[in-house]
Antibody
């Protein structure tokens, strides 16, 4: 069974930093792109970042570019999101999600399945 | 950036009836469209990918259709467990991937 388990969320002051982790199991981790998607309280879904299976390519939403960094450790089947210069608008639940693409298509043309249970990040003074 | 617009924002339907949810893209996404279901306090769950392919374990009462800019998610006979929020997601043009704002399906 594929499982994704996020950790690392918490309360942080504006301008502070936080590192999220996502532990993956049940599939060949290095084969799949991985994503972070967030959801502000009572709001919809917002994609944050994606990283290729090798870790050699990544993309970011404009709202986090230059402040967040995605990475992965394929030897430990772990995905990470380093979040710096945090703002109140970064508050929300952060989900990691496995990316699936049709064979023969671009690696990042992926839908998300499954999703972890999420970890809550609160940026407040 | 491709904008995804879902309608209606809220849909009230009685159990056993059919529900039809719409999603429109600001430009063509081909068939690169997924649907997710989210219940309160839970993570989203994939229902449909490729505009019309049901994900593993998803009941046959869920069906997706459309291509280009117009998409539909149909739930043929609503069960109590189907009342939730539904999101569409385009993965044709990235970054960024974009989601619709969601349709809340509530019991009438």
């Amino acid at each position: 069974e594929v499982q994704l388990l996020e950790s690392g969320g918490g309360l942080v002051q504006p301008g502070g930093s936080l590192r999220l982790s996502c532990a993956a199991s049940g599939f060949s981790f290095r084969t799949y792109a991985m994503n972070w998607v967030r959801q502000a309280p009572g709001k919809g879904l917002e994609w944050v970042s994606v990283i290729s299976g090798s870790g050699g390519s990544s993309f970011y939403a404009d709202s986090v570019k230059g402040r967040f960094a995605i990475s992965r450790d394929n030897s430990k089947s772990t995905l990470s999101l380093q979040m710096n210069s945090l703002r109140a608008e970064d508050t929300g639940i952060y989900y990691c999600a496995k990316g699936i693409a049709v064979a023969g298509t671009l690696w990042a043309s992926n839908w998300f399945d499954p999703w972890g249970q999420g970890t809550l990040v609160t940026v407040s003074s | 950036e491709i904008e995804m617009t879902q309608s209606p924002a809220t849909l009230s339907v009685s159990p056993g009836e059919r529900a039809t949810l719409s999603c429109r893209a600001s430009q063509s996404v081909g068939s690169n469209l997924a649907w997710y279901q989210q219940k309160p306090g839970q993570a989203p769950r994939l229902l449909i990918h490729g505009a019309s392919a049901r994900a593993t374990g998803i009941p046959a009462r869920f069906s997706g259709s459309g291509s280009g800019t117009e998409f539909t998610l149909t739930i043929s006979s609503l069960q109590s467990e189907d009342f939730a929020v539904y999101y569409c997601h385009q993965y044709s043009d990235w970054p960024p991937y974009t989601f619709g704002q969601g349709t809340k399906l509530e019991i009438k």
